[in-house]
């Protein structure tokens, strides 16, 4: 293994770069989740009357597609760092916490 040791300015340097390069693509995730989530609410109610028990994607802001199983609609907005693929009309299950409590005497 072979360790070295930079200069301060170089190593702050470095250190930034770095956490831009972490950091973009996790505010690109945020950014695309938002225009996500603000296009399914404006739709909500049509996608609901009318694809009811169909799936679909939502990507880039927009609805992408509706099929009538995952497999019609898995290859829509590849390139999306977030989608929303969800059959409507299904609700999530209710959120649980499993485990359990142990008391000493």
Same mark, same amino acid.
């Given at each position: 293994m072979l360790t070295m040791e930079l200069p301060k300015a170089l190593q702050q340097e470095f250190e930034q770069t770095a956490q831009k390069f972490y950091e973009w693509p996790q505010r690109q995730i945020d950014t695309e989740a938002k225009a996500n989530n603000q296009a399914f609410k404006n739709i909500q109610a049509e996608i609901e009357?009318?694809?009811?028990?169909?799936?679909?994607?939502?990507? $880039?802001?927009?609805?992408?597609? *509706? /099929? #009538?199983?995952?497999?019609?609609?898995?290859? +829509?907005?590849?390139?999306?760092? $977030?989608?929303?693929?969800?059959? *409507? /009309? #299904?609700?999530?299950?209710?959120?649980?916490? +499993?485990?359990?409590?142990?008391?000493?005497?």
């Open positions: 009357k009318y694809y009811f028990g169909s799936f679909l994607v939502i990507a $880039h802001g927009q609805l992408q597609g *509706v /099929g #009538e199983s995952l497999a019609e609609v898995n290859h +829509l907005a590849p390139d999306a760092q $977030h989608r929303i693929v969800m059959q *409507v /009309g #299904e609700r999530r299950p209710k959120e649980v916490e +499993l485990g359990w409590q142990i008391e000493f005497d």
